[in-house]
């Protein structure tokens, strides 16, 4: 099924949520990404039908479902916090949705059989929730709203509560199954490897309104502001003025450091940004054939285990890079040695 959402507004006592206008597509996987605080929860809460809008319409399909309750709306809800009955067993907690809609015995049990295989919890089926790994959780909630065949999907930061590795494992499993359901879902989460890897279309949400919408490539490479810049991973933030043009290349002077972009952008001034995964370290200048190559001084460094996040000032300007730690040790990088940053005109984003 389809949503769309039209002018949806709502006003609680310390927060509002503002003016949303979306298209979910047919089977689309769309994720609304935003920091703490941003709404999502409560955006995710009206589509389901736990509020009603001050204003605005929600459309499944051609049905204007706005003031039907959640039980009307043919919707998978999955909480943060998961909600499994802690009294029941997996099987019981994935059963419970089929027997409030009324379904016999015979049929219960062929359906529950099937997602627990579906959802790889079929030797975990007479295990209570307390014993149960934090992903297997996940799991059996995720189990519990599929089992009633919903339209929508609706996920709250599904993944949050979990470690890194169960993360990664659950994304997959995630884009498989929707691979083979093909249900339209939508998910809200903070993390931003999550939000590429599953979404085909995403949302960038803050305090309330939706600041930007498109592809992840659109989105987490072609931000339209610095908020969203600074929030999908553009470190490297600059206020400055176009001072040539060659059709679509320019030249922006970011105080005495001039930097080659690709824009269309017509104004004079602007903001540069660009990614630390973006440029490279370099212990000589003639390695490089990229547009963009400024000398500078490592200033500081953090190792994160794999990666190193590198600061090198450029004259009055300090730009962040990232670097494997490899790299970092074979090279002898060391705070105060002067190195070479390059990077591509196609990597810098002019706002």
């Known amino acids: 099924m389809s949503i769309k959402i ?7 006592v310390n927060f509002a949520i503002k003016n949303i206008n979306l298209e979910i597509n047919r089977g ?4 609304i990404l935003g920091p703490t605080g941003a709404g999502k929860t409560l955006l995710l809460e ?6 009603t809008p001050d204003t605005g319409k929600i459309i499944i399909d051609t049905v204007d479902v706005t003031s039907f309750p959640p039980e009307k709306r043919r919707l998978g809800y999955v909480p943060q916090n998961y909600m499994l009955f802690p009294h029941m067993t997996v099987e019981e907690n994935v059963e ?10 015979l049929k219960r049990k062929k359906m529950v059989d099937e997602v627990l295989e579906l959802a790889g919890l ?23 709203a599929l089992i009633i065949k919903p339209k929508i999907l609706l996920l709250d930061e599904p993944l949050s509560a979990l470690d890194v590795n169960t993360q990664k494992k659950l994304r997959e499993e995630l884009k498989k199954l929707h691979e083979n359901l093909n249900i339209t879902t939508i998910h809200v989460t903070h993390n931003h490897s999550e939000a590429y890897f599953l979404a085909e279309k995403l949302a960038i949400m803050k305090d309330g309104t939706i600041i930007q919408k498109g592809s992840p490539d659109e989105v987490f490479y072609k931000p339209k502001n610095n908020f969203v810049a600074s929030f999908v991973g553009f ?16 030249v922006v002077d970011i105080g005495n450091i001039k930097v080659e972009a690709v824009t269309s952008l017509e104004a004079e001034k602007c903001t540069l940004g660009v990614r630390p995964d973006d440029i490279i370290i370099l212990e000589s200048p003639s390695k490089s054939s990229m547009r ?13 285990g794999s990666i190193v996040n590198l600061t090198v000032k ?3 300007k300090s730009f962040m890079v990232l670097i494997t730690k490899r790299s970092f040790e074979e090279m002898n990088l060391q705070k105060g040695k002067e190195v070479y940053i390059a990077f591509k005109a196609s990597s810098v984003h002019v706002m």
């Open 122 to 144: 079929s030797k975990l089926r007479s295990r209570l929730p307390e014993t149960l790994s934090g992903g297997e959780k996940q799991k059996t909630a995720l189990a519990r």
């Open 46 to 51: 009206l589509i389901a039908g736990f509020y």
């Open 314 to 316: 450029v004259k009055e």
């Open 6 to 12: 039209e002018n949806l507004s709502k006003k609680w």
């Open 235 to 250: 470190e490297n933030l600059f206020d400055g003025k176009i001072v040539e043009r060659h059709g679509n290349l320019v």
């Open 96 to 105: 419970f949705g089929l027997k409030m809609h009324g379904f016999s015995r």
């Open 292 to 304: 963009n190559l400024l000398k500078g001084k490592i200033s500081n460094f953090i190792s994160m």
């Open 28 to 31: 689309e996987y769309f994720v």
